[in-house]
């Protein structure tokens, strides 16, 4: 099969790849039906942590299971299902409390390369979740969804602590912080500034739940939320960046007592410890536990109730995955879905 | 009245300063009836933030009520209360929220202080607390314990979601780390894991419900957590030293998804967001708002459920205030009670 491999830094190719085939007994392959870019795929393509030798790339799916291995007993050839970015056995301890991103045996999907037409899920009874038939083609993009971005972003404001009648900052307008949008307002936000710059992010920000844009950055940008919020600050704020100049602005525009959920990969971030701690604010975030809200976000999804998939604002197939990467690289796409 | 003053490093003394009375209608004084040292008075002591005029110190205290303000409706002369390091309204939204320490017209007490025959305590009707009766003597440890040190502790095992079933480890084995034992104790944690190094603290430790210790620290502490619990890490970590060394020695011993409580006061620490990001652990810490458990815990003192006034194992008059210091300084002391 062909696959997307990133060569190094701005240069991804569509290229042979072996196809993937059980190796475990706790394997699935899966037939892709629709993957995508994330935002996190423009680190390594931007250079940073580049890898040292080409690597396969992508880690957003849901697809057909063509095979399974001897030992899988919760999904079957011929089912739908969606995994998250993080294969888990769903059973330890870890899994158990929520946190199946940090499974004992967590296995790292990008590993496997999604961006391409057959994926091979270690774990599958533990990470792959089914739907009860096979869905409409128009579902397919908040399907997909379901898997990373918005999982992500659900994630985030559930860090946060978000709740009815709270106000929510969301510092981020990239796929991820407009889908905290959309679980912030899910999850019954009063009040939700979404902080962007951009005219079609906001837009889809407003459509996904946003009652407030602010546009200023950094310290104006945290006095803009206290003035907004009679001083204090607001009491969840999603971080969905990643930068030094995002998690303090997450941080400072805070109330003493609130939240910040932090989703944003961390990069070259250090948190000044006396600042941290006369803040008062709770800190959760890290590699969102996507398996946790699996079931009822695809049951949303499935509902009708939520559309996540309108972040997808660009499509191509898969063969021209190069141009979804210089597509988000240049933000001329929110986000791009690959069609296999 | 003569009371205690910084003049710098290591060089506390008994001297005579101004009376205090009432500035504001919102005032009250107090008749101390005992004070302490706190662990935090030593970073000044010892030239840390070192203040670069003669400062009066103390802010852990009890006492009778002298005088009222004009606006004190809550409390009245000839009453017992104690109250918090931080003045606060108690009514604000940041108070309402529980987070009194950060009122948003919270007064450090540290300014008024307590190490003295007597006190202004601003905001008197948010800030103290009355016993329903004078209380014997024999209880004022222990009372005078609720004003920070078990308040802080508490905070702690609370901020780091201690609840029955738990494992809690506690890194610090000062009068903070102690009383947080005893917090997690009362909180029901099932298993209370104490690093330390000092044979006598280990005994007040196990006194207070610490059912193991640990001797190592670093990465070795950090490794013995890990192979006492699955290899897992604790559920809730509480942190009582406020270091580099210290701080990542909690995050550390913290499972993915579990909680870090950290209430020593920050010198000179920074977080690494990568890390951070990838441990997946809650962080909650500060100055604790002790105002917010005041009330239980002063209860849970007259009803002779808790004893957190074995903490001080040295009691000296208020005039050798100094002596206090260079105990505690030189770890002849866990915690210096100053009788008045």
Not at 35 to 47: A, E, H, I, K, N
Not at 332 to 338: D, E, H, Q, S, Y
Request: with cysteine.
């Amino acid at each position: 099969m062909k696959g997307a491999v990133l060569y190094g830094p701005r240069d991804v190719r569509f290229v042979e790849r072996e196809d993937p085939r059980i190796i475990e007994p706790t394997d699935a392959i899966l037939r892709i039906s629709a993957t995508c870019v994330c935002g996190s795929d423009l680190w390594p393509y931007r250079g940073i942590d580049a890898p040292r030798q080409p690597i396969p790339m992508g880690h957003e799916y849901c697809g057909v299971v063509e095979e399974i291995g001897s030992e899988v007993r919760n999904v079957r050839p011929g089912q739908f299902v969606v995994g998250s970015f993080f294969a888990s056995d769903n059973t330890c301890p870890i899994c158990r409390a929520g946190y199946q991103s940090r499974c004992v045996d967590a296995r790292i999907m990008g590993a496997e390369g999604a961006q391409a037409p057959f994926l091979r899920v270690p774990l599958a009874d533990g990470t792959l979740v089914p739907t009860p038939e096979l869905p409409p083609d128009d579902l397919l993009p908040s399907l997909l969804a379901t898997s990373d971005v918005l999982g992500t972003g659900w994630f985030a404001a559930d860090a946060a602590a978000v709740a009815p009648g709270k106000t929510v900052a969301v510092v981020g307008d990239g796929a991820v912080g407009l889908l905290g949008v959309l679980s912030a307002k899910q999850m019954g936000a009063e009040r939700i500034i979404l902080m962007s710059r951009h005219e079609d992010r906001q837009k889809l920000g407003r459509e996904f739940g946003a009652t407030d844009i602010v546009t200023e950055r950094g310290d104006e940008g945290v006095a803009r939320i206290k003035d907004m919020t009679d001083g204090l600050g607001a009491h969840s704020v999603i971080e969905a960046v990643g930068t030094q100049q995002s998690m303090m602005q997450a941080i400072r525009s805070t109330r003493p007592g609130g939240h910040v959920g932090y989703v944003g990969v961390s990069h070259g971030v250090s948190l000044p410890g006396e600042e941290l701690f006369f803040a008062e604010v709770h800190l959760m975030g890290g590699p969102a536990p996507v398996r946790r809200y699996l079931p009822e976000l695809i049951g949303m999804v499935l509902d009708g109730k939520i559309n996540p998939g309108k972040v997808f604002d660009q499509t191509v197939p898969l063969e021209q995955v190069a141009e979804g990467y210089r597509a988000m690289d240049e933000r001329r796409a929110i986000k791009t879905l690959l069609t296999v």
